[in-house]
């Protein structure tokens, strides 16, 4: 029998974390609580119940968002982490390194589902690099975060000058 291994982490690379085992059940979630955890439109989980969830690096800070759950958190880059109920805990979908293998296939909170939400597919895409003749510093980017990767340390000897 074959064992799905996944890793993740925060965008600093502080925490970082794997999940041995089937992860079937992606979620987003509408709810207030989770907006404002997320700082977004809702916020995109994955449950780990029946898996193996291991802390390879680092520590996640936790707040108590409600009398029943815990939201985990890089302390040092603010990167949301966890969504931790008495029924079991979910990581954000997209601390892990590769989210597309983890599709969302269920919705909750929708009593708080901001309305163009449904819509947002129909906006005009663009990619990075072409809003460079409006904001030409995108082409000089260069990320800092942690690559979407397992690495031995973090961070990398650079100069962030």
């Known amino acids: 029998m074959i064992v799905s291994t996944y890793t993740?982490?925060?965008?600093?690379?502080?925490?970082?974390?794997r999940v041995r085992g089937e992860l079937k059940d992606a979620s987003i979630c509408h709810c207030r609580m989770c907006q404002k955890a997320f700082g977004a439109y809702y916020a995109p989980l994955v449950s780990t119940r029946g898996a193996e969830l291991a802390w390879t690096r680092g520590e996640r800070k936790l707040f108590q968002s409600s009398n029943l759950v815990k939201r985990g958190f890089c302390g040092d880059c603010g990167t949301p982490l966890t969504y931790e109920a008495p029924d079991g805990l979910a990581v954000a979908a997209g601390a892990f390194d590769d989210p597309s293998q983890l599709p969302p296939v269920v919705q909750y909170g929708t009593e708080a589902k901001i309305g163009f939400v449904d819509r947002?597919?129909?906006?005009?895409?663009?990619?990075?690099?072409?809003?460079?003749?409006?904001?030409?510093?995108?082409?000089?980017?260069?990320?800092?975060?942690?690559?979407?990767?397992?690495?031995?340390?973090?961070p990398e000897e650079k100069n962030h000058d």
């Open 8 to 17: 993740g982490g925060c965008q600093c690379g502080a925490v970082r974390f």
């Open 120 to 154: 947002l597919h129909l906006l005009p895409g663009h990619r990075t690099e072409e809003d460079a003749e409006q904001a030409p510093f995108v082409l000089e980017i260069v990320s800092y975060q942690h690559p979407d990767h397992d690495t031995s340390s973090w």
